[in-house]
């Protein structure tokens, strides 16, 4: 859940369903019908030190470079472009596996993933808005676990930082 890997997706999978859309000047919108595997890797490892993860979580959550993947599901990327600015963002649920960096398996369960962004582009304007959020319930042989983590930046029209939201947490049961 490294905080920076996490916003750039936010951020890029915002532009690139914004892009995709069209780039004329008139307004447009559109939505596209995906399977959840196209947002792969919906989460990566290891987290930064910002994220708690319970004592009883499997050691490899905080050391090693695990993947969160959906292997089933559905989603849809959208955007809205008009003369005010651009905006999109994609959501995905389904069934997801943690894996470990060998590809070991060893949690399944439901995975759900928002992502959004824009900017105002109003006479030049810098102002953005980005947000992501991921919720993971799983199960495997060493029991269950609970992933959250959620993200919102947002910058005024001058492109100074307004609000940088980061909150993420991993619990775990035998």
């Given at each position: 859940?490294?905080?920076?890997t996490?916003?750039?997706?936010?951020?890029?999978?915002?532009?690139?369903?914004?892009?995709?859309?069209?780039?004329?000047?008139?307004?447009?919108?559109?939505?596209?019908?995906?399977?959840?595997?196209?947002?792969?890797?919906?989460?990566?490892?290891?987290?930064?030190?910002?994220?708690?993860?319970s004592?009883?979580?499997?050691?490899?959550?905080?050391?090693?470079?695990?993947?969160?993947?959906?292997?089933?599901?559905?989603?849809?990327?959208?955007?809205?472009?008009?003369?005010?600015?651009?905006?999109?963002?994609?959501?995905?649920?389904?069934?997801?596996?943690?894996?470990?960096?060998d590809?070991?398996?060893?949690?399944?369960?439901?995975?759900?993933?928002?992502?959004?962004?824009?900017?105002?582009?109003?006479?030049?304007?810098?102002?953005?808005e980005?947000?992501f959020?991921?919720?993971?319930?799983?199960?495997?042989?060493?029991?269950t676990?609970?992933?959250?983590?959620?993200?919102?930046?947002?910058?005024?029209?001058?492109?100074?930082?307004?609000?940088?939201?980061?909150?993420?947490?991993?619990?775990?049961?035998?």
């Amino acid at each position: 859940m490294r905080a920076r890997t996490i916003v750039r997706l936010a951020a890029v999978g915002a532009i690139v369903c914004v892009g995709v859309l069209g780039t004329s000047a008139t307004a447009s919108a559109s939505a596209q019908k995906l399977p959840a595997t196209a947002f792969n890797p919906a989460l990566t490892g290891p987290p930064p030190p910002a994220v708690v993860i319970s004592p009883n979580c499997p050691a490899f959550l905080s050391s090693d470079a695990w993947n969160l993947n959906f292997v089933s599901g559905n989603a849809v990327s959208y955007g809205v472009m008009n003369k005010n600015g651009d905006w999109g963002g994609g959501n995905a649920e389904g069934i997801g596996v943690l894996s470990m960096s060998d590809s070991t398996p060893v949690y399944t369960g439901h995975l759900h993933l928002w992502f959004g962004g824009g900017q105002n582009s109003l006479s030049g304007a810098n102002q953005t808005e980005n947000g992501f959020t991921v919720t993971y319930q799983g199960s495997g042989p060493s029991g269950t676990i609970s992933i959250h983590a959620n993200i919102h930046q947002t910058t005024n029209n001058s492109g100074t930082p307004t609000a940088n939201v980061f909150n993420a947490s991993a619990s775990c049961s035998p």
